[in-house]
């Protein structure tokens, strides 16, 4: 089994997407033996400029390599794990970009005349969301969970987790609490079958 973790916060070790992303691949590491993991740092190291022209006509043979092996490394996953902190009410661009990345036509969907078609079903998501404020779903601020449960479904995956902790900037002590809800919320509610 693979497990792709993407990290997408600007906050290196501050960042509670982080640790909540870390903590998410820890349990399946724990509970599944041999699972191949690996970590790209969307923010760091592994980042991949805005998609333009040139990137899109792949004029650049770097750039269209980066491209193709991140698309190549969610293709193999069984399981993605991704760090979305809430950046302006939406996800990083750092996100977006690898999203873009990996949006291909009769890679991850295909279109129809009866409409467009996943062809990445089978995969499991869990998206580690935080958000500094309180952005219920239900009251149309929280702009993160619809759009990546719409990315990914138009992919084929309705295997989409999220654990959030949010009102992380009110207080230290509520951040304090909030965590403390989402990291029992991954031991005690995310289902681990693939």
Wanted: hydrophobic share 50%.
């Amino acid at each position: 089994m693979k497990l792709l973790h993407l990290d997408s916060s600007i906050l290196a070790e501050n960042s509670a997407s982080r640790e909540l992303s870390a903590a998410i691949v820890a349990r399946w590491q724990r509970e599944v033996p041999g699972i191949e993991v690996l970590h790209r740092d969307l923010a760091g190291s592994h980042a991949l400029p805005h998609l333009d022209g040139a990137s899109l006509a792949k004029a650049d043979a770097v750039q269209a390599a980066r491209a193709q092996r991140a698309l190549d490394e969610f293709l193999a996953a069984d399981v993605v794990v991704i760090g979305a902190p809430m950046y302006n009410f939406g996800i990083p661009s750092q996100l977006k970009a690898w999203i873009d990345r990996v949006a291909v036509a009769g890679q991850t969907f295909r279109y129809t005349e009866a409409g467009p078609v996943g062809l990445a079903g089978g995969k499991k998501v869990i998206v580690a969301g935080t958000y500094g404020g309180l952005y219920p779903v239900e009251e149309g601020r929280n702009f993160i969970e619809p759009y990546l449960r719409q990315v990914f479904g138009f992919f084929g995956i309705d295997d989409i987790s999220f654990i959030t902790a949010e009102g992380l900037a009110i207080s230290p002590a509520m951040r304090s609490e909030a965590m403390a809800a989402a990291h029992a919320r991954i031991d005690e509610a995310l289902p681990l079958a693939a």
